[in-house]
């Protein structure tokens, strides 16, 4: 028989730890990590660390290989201070996991450190039936509707591009979406502009195409931005969001987007049409290429259309 | 018919990158040519010399947009979008 204590200071000596500096430091580098929660659903709920998953310490054993499929894939396990974590650290280790980490002082050491947390905002009864086609997808899920609903996504022009973007985001449940465009609506835009309506001929882009997202979803918070994008608005435009997508139609826009994403760290979800061809890419500040590495200046103007 | 296409890889991508899964297009260009159907993958490098996120870069802040506002200004706004 062994006491609590000593089981325990045993599991110490066989897992190791770090702290939330270290952990914040792995998933900054994008290392392959997997960061289990063993704590209960209501205290996860209550407060997470953003990549973690739930597992409770009661069905570690049996649903771990579901998560971590790769016993090579480093696991970092946390609880509410460290205890039931590092005995169940200890288990995984027995089941075959090579590196199975425990979070120091665990969540409430990582909150204590000021590092980032997650609140789950419960889903009412009608988000869930609408958001019901995702819990059947294992890599969604609710933790992943959590993160759309949380996400924030500018869109940049209301057009051709902006269209199709706004109605699937809106669709799927992105929290905010910015939507910013100068223009008002023309007849002519109708054949492939399909955010507006014939009756909205004359009307702000923004305006009709803020009252077609709400009517497709009412969760989404929709940011009105009646303006074209500009030199002195761009940077303090896009500091709220998350993601910039350019659907704009001129080069300007382009380059002008281009260099403040990149500027601002933000990551760029580009896309352009000519005639019956089109193109898209994600620059993302220092994981890839950006627009200039693609087309280093613009071509004269007149020369191509945009 | 074309922007649709284009618009709702931008959505998938832009949901992709939200939710951490899959393979993001970045670095790669992807193109699309609707009277052919075809989709072709370009795969794009970051530019060592590039102004801006090359190694030694020159664009360091937005200003050079204020000089050139002048001569975009001549090009037709919102024509296609």
């Known amino acids: 028989m062994k006491t609590l204590k000593e089981m325990i200071a045993e599991a110490r000596q066989v897992v190791p730890e770090e702290g939330p500096d270290q952990l914040e430091k792995r998933l900054k580098n994008g290392e392959p990590v997997a960061v289990i929660d063993v704590r209960d659903p209501d205290e996860y709920r209550d407060g997470h660390i953003e ?6 310490r009661g069905f570690l054993e049996f649903r771990i290989a579901g998560t971590v499929a790769d016993q090579k894939t480093p696991i970092v396990l946390y609880c509410q201070t460290g205890l039931r974590s590092v005995l169940a650290a200890k288990q995984l280790k027995e089941l075959g996991y090579e590196t199975v980490i425990n979070l120091q002082g665990g969540y409430a050491k990582w909150a204590q450190s000021g590092l980032p947390v997650v609140k789950e905002i419960p889903l009412t009864p009608d988000q869930i039936q609408r958001y019901s086609r995702h819990f059947l997808l294992n890599q969604v899920g609710e933790k992943g509707q959590g993160k759309l609903m949380r996400s924030k996504v500018l869109l940049i022009g209301a057009g051709g591009l902006g ?53 497709l979803n009412p969760d989404v918070n929709v940011i009105s931005l009646p303006y074209r994008i500009t030199v002195d608005n761009v ?4 500091k709220d969001y998350d993601l910039v997508v350019d659907g704009s139609d001129n080069f300007e826009t382009r380059y002008l987007v281009n260099d403040a994403c990149y500027l601002a760290g933000k990551t760029n979800v580009h896309g352009s049409i000519f005639q019956f061809e089109g193109m898209a890419t994600v620059f993302a500040p220092n994981q890839g290429p950006c627009y200039r590495c693609l087309y280093p200046s613009p071509p004269p103007p007149g020369l191509v259309p945009s | 018919m074309l922007p649709g296409v284009i618009g709702l890889v931008q959505a998938t991508e832009t949901v992709k990158l939200v939710l951490g899964l899959g393979e993001p297009l970045i670095g790669r260009l992807l193109t699309y040519d609707a009277l052919g159907m ?33 001569t975009c200004a001549t090009e037709p706004a919102g024509a296609r979008g």
């Open chain 1, 235 to 238: 940077m303090d435009v896009i």
């Open chain 2, 38 to 70: 075809r989709f072709r993958e370009v795969k794009l490098r970051r530019d060592p010399k590039c102004p801006l996120c090359g190694t030694s870069p020159t664009i360091k802040d937005l200003s050079i947009h204020h000089a050139t506002s002048d």
């Open chain 1, 163 to 215: 269209s199709p973007t706004a109605l699937y985001l809106g669709a799927v449940g992105v929290g905010t979406i910015g939507l910013m465009d100068g223009d008002t609506v023309d007849i002519t835009n109708l054949q492939r502009q399909v955010l507006h309506t014939t009756a909205d001929v004359g009307k702000p882009k923004v305006e009709s195409g803020t009252r077609t997202l709400k009517a």
């Open chain 1, 51 to 56: 990549a973690a998953t739930n597992i409770s």
